[in-house]
């Protein structure tokens, strides 16, 4: 129609099939005919878009390129700032291993380089500081120790030598006193024993503080009860009786101070029996390599109560009531070996054990005596 | 005057002293080798005098004669120990007297007579 009206142009618009066209129209002159052509849009324009994809398919290849070269060449970059801080933060943790150092040549390897230094001399300060610490720890337990012994001593000495000179001071009042030549030799003699305990409390003191350090070697169990014995018979006041029964010969790993640990055990037997005769049962066996010697008595017998401190509380129990069942702990300690007391009906029985030497005891040696003494002291 | 006395004292030989002595004098004298047993004696005797030491196992002189105190209050405490720093706790808790170990055993024998 409007070619036919004389007109001029293009439209965009569709076929018969509905495809997309451009339409060009123009009339010719001196006629009422027009001239009309047409071509499809997507012949005209179809490869125009294929190359615009193609270029926006290049321009975002080409962007992430560009970024990955960029992410690459800053990730180098920042690497070493990376390191720098992680090593600082290792440093600030405590660990003071050195960190790889780059290759660069720049300022980054100097300041690694530099790193590593400071870490080095701050593990060398830290170790050195450490040191110390230890050292003073270990002085500090050093002196807390010796003012627990020193304390420990103090308490038992003050209880101990007290009572050794309240002891001579009431002889020595009933020796002034006494009108017949029996009761001043009665108490000289309680004078003289008064003096062996001193005697005997100082070696205490010197064999805690040596027993430690002092050799064991094969030693004669059997012997070191018979002359504890002979010993106790000697130095108590009371008549002694001691029923012993050692099954065969015994040799343990300990030495002399063995003797003592007997002699304190008999010791106590005949002092906390208020009977005139004090009945001690000795009795040997062997069991799980220890050689058990049970010690029981006819005396009072020793309360839960003092059981229990004497086996868990031995340390603060001696400062109240004297020094003889810690020297007697500390020495069988030494000889890797051990007291308890047995809950029994009647008196007290301590059962001491050593670990016995393999071989060194002769079997089928069978010794049952009696020793019945009536001995005075002095 | 024959008078009723508990020794309490963890040394044996003291106590057999001290008993021997007193009973010299004429005193009724009983022994206990600890706080409890001491305790114990005193809850089935009435006694005139208890001479106390302070260094015993389980319940120290003081305790003990706390104790005692609690069942009687009028029952006269003679302290008898080589630790002098106990005194002063000793007298406030109510002994009658304070003897500092060693002491002669004629100083006993005053004291009873003093605080008896």
């Known amino acids: 129609m409007q070619v036919t009206g004389g007109e001029t142009g293009a439209v965009l618009t569709e076929d018969s099939q509905g495809e997309t066209i451009i339409s060009g129209f123009a009339p010719v002159p001196g006629t009422d005919w027009g001239v009309i052509t047409y071509e499809r849009w997507e012949n005209i324009f179809g490869s125009i878009r294929g190359y615009s994809n193609l270029l926006l398919g290049l321009l975002v290849l080409g962007s992430i390129i560009s970024s990955a070269l960029i992410f690459f060449v800053i990730s180098r970059i920042l690497r070493p700032i990376h390191d720098l ?3 600082a933060q290792r440093i600030a943790g405590g660990d003071f291993d050195p960190m790889i150092v780059p290759q660069s040549g720049d300022e980054m390897q100097t300041l690694a380089q530099q790193f590593n230094t400071m870490a080095d001399t701050l593990k060398e300060h830290t170790a ?15 002196r807390e120790k010796a003012r627990k012994e020193a304390e420990f001593y103090a308490d038992v000495l003050a209880h101990d030598v007290g009572n050794i000179n309240q002891i001579t001071m009431g002889y020595l009042y009933l020796l002034q006193t006494a009108k017949d030549e029996k009761t001043r030799k009665k108490n000289v003699d309680g004078i003289k024993k008064s003096i062996m305990n001193s005697k005997r409390l100082a070696e205490s003191i010197k064999i805690l503080k040596i027993i430690k350090d ?12 018979e002359r504890s014995i002979e010993e106790i018979k000697a130095y108590s006041n009371k008549e002694i009786e001691v029923n012993l029964d050692m099954d065969k010969k015994y040799y343990v790993k300990a ?29 040997t066996e062997e069991k799980d390599g220890f050689c058990n ?83 005075r002291r002095g | 005057m024959s008078l ?113």
């Open chain 1, 293 to 375: 010697v049970h010690i029981h008595d006819n005396g009072i017998g020793i309360s839960k109560e003092k059981k229990k401190d004497i086996l868990e509380n031995l340390e603060t129990l001696s400062k109240r009531t004297g020094m003889g069942f810690y020297l007697t702990k500390k020495i069988l300690e030494r000889f890797n070996g051990k007291f308890e007391i047995e809950d029994v009906k009647k008196g007290t029985e301590i059962v001491v054990s050593i670990p016995v030497i393999n071989g060194g005891s002769v079997r089928n040696v069978h010794a049952q005596r009696s020793h019945k003494r009536n001995e």
């Open chain 1, 128 to 142: 050195s500081l450490k040191k110390e610490i230890a050292e003073r720890k270990r002085l500090e337990d050093q």
């Open chain 2, 4 to 116: 009723r006395i508990l020794i309490i004292d963890d040394e044996m030989e003291i106590l057999t002293l001290f008993k021997d002595f007193m009973e010299v004098f004429g005193h009724k004298v009983e022994i206990a080798i600890d706080g409890q047993s001491g305790l114990e004696k005193f809850k089935n005797t009435n006694f005139d005098l208890d001479i106390m030491d302070y260094r015993m196992h389980g319940r120290d002189g003081i305790q003990a004669s706390k104790d005692i105190l609690n069942i009687d209050k009028n029952t006269k405490i003679l302290f008898a120990s080589a630790d002098s720093s106990v005194k002063k706790e000793a007298l406030n808790m109510g002994a009658v007297g304070f003897l500092l170990k060693p002491f002669d055993l004629g100083d006993i024998i005053n004291s009873v007579k003093k605080h008896v």
């Open chain 1, 214 to 225: 002092t050799k064991i070697e094969k030693f004669d169990l059997n012997k070191s009860i």
């Open chain 1, 85 to 87: 801080t992680m090593g």
């Open chain 1, 255 to 283: 030495n002399d101070f063995l003797d003592r640990v007997f002699f304190n055990i008999l010791e106590n037997s005949a002092e906390f029996i208020f009977k005139e005769k004090v009945i001690i049962d000795i009795k």
